[in-house]
């Protein structure tokens, strides 16, 4: 039996920054729901959680305000007052509010016109809206004034107070593959292997790959291998959190030598492995293992 979702309702004044607040909750995992009428809202929320349910239960964002159907902020404190009455837990509601002057400044920049004074000044409407709501501001839980934000401080102070553990961690991809065959078209960080020895001209290592023990062992042994692979580890040990924190969802990581088959598949599994060391779940692709060999691909060895 699966304990039931937490919910949060996102309300506020129009123009404060609830489209904003309900797409970083769902760059987040959360389950979001927009302008639900007020009758379906009922039955949403007194659904009976006790069931039994297959896997994790991802968190509930339930967006409303002016413009959804049959609003009344009176009957959504009434609902969900009576469902925690009832032992309902979880529930929360999110207010977001924002200085007069900012909002008209909002709505004359974008054009757009407030719904509650279509054919009228909207600060006709904001200061309708703001009586309207006064009731639901003071029984929300929390409160954001988002005055003094921009669309990305308010995703940042939203990603701040609702990830959730493992919920939201991005989709690393770690790839090899060979610059004679093209860069790979999905790659955020690309690394070139091409410093290191090559395999390719060793005529007993040319037919295997840097999956292989021997081709590994030759990669690894030259001198600029382990300061150069060990700062790069460290360098995305340090990046990968903070692309989680702005919200990054796939992070694709790809290391380059001149046919993909020795030295950056080599890399590749050794970084995966470290990665996975530090709580990271890759995923590894080797796009060019399979290719045939070609001397006029891997150019001149040093020396000739």
């Known amino acids: ?30 389950e979001v729901v ?35 159907r049959d609003f009344t902020p009176d009957m959504i404190i009434a609902l969900v007052d009576r469902l925690l009455a009832g032992g309902r837990q979880g529930i929360e509601a999110l207010f977001l509010d924002c200085a007069t002057d900012e909002l008209a400044r909002r709505y004359d920049e974008t054009r757009r016109r407030h719904p509650l004074a279509l054919d ?3 600060r006709e409407g904001i200061d309708r809206e703001r009586a309207v709501l006064e009731p639901l501001r003071g029984w929300s839980t929390r409160l954001i004034d988002t005055s003094r934000y921009n669309a990305s401080d308010l995703a940042q102070r939203i990603r701040a107070d609702f990830a959730r553990p493992g919920l939201s961690e991005p989709t690393v ?6 610059f004679a065959r093209g ?30 023990p021997p081709v590994a062992a030759y990669v690894s042994a030259d001198p600029a291998y382990e300061p150069a692979i060990s700062r790069i580890e460290d360098l995305l040990l340090m990046l990968l959190p903070r692309y989680r924190a702005e919200g990054k ?15 950056s598949v080599h890399v590749a599994e050794r970084v995966a492995a470290r990665l996975r060391e530090a709580g990271f779940s890759p995923t590894v692709t080797h796009r060019d293992l399979a290719a045939v ?12």
């Open 183 to 212: 860069l790979p078209l999905d790659a955020d960080l690309v690394f070139d292997m091409r410093f290191l020895r090559n395999p390719h001209w060793d005529p007993t290592l040319r037919p295997g790959t840097g999956v292989d």
């Open 293 to 304: 060999p070609h001397d006029t691909l891997e150019g001149r060895p040093d020396g000739q």
């Open 249 to 263: 969802s796939y992070i694709n990581i790809a290391f380059g030598c001149t046919g993909g088959r020795h030295r």
């Open 34 to 68: 927009d302008n639900l009428p007020l009758s379906l809202l009922d039955r949403l929320l007194s659904v009976d959680e006790t069931v039994d349910r297959e896997g994790p239960t991802r968190p509930l964002a339930i967006g409303s305000g002016a413009a959804t």
């Open 1 to 30: 039996m699966t304990a039931p979702p937490e919910i949060l309702l996102v309300t506020g004044l129009s123009g404060a920054g609830k489209s904003t607040v309900l797409k970083t909750l769902e760059d987040l995992g959360w």
């Open 120 to 122: 009228r000044p909207a």
């Open 173 to 178: 991809s770690v790839s090899s593959f060979g």
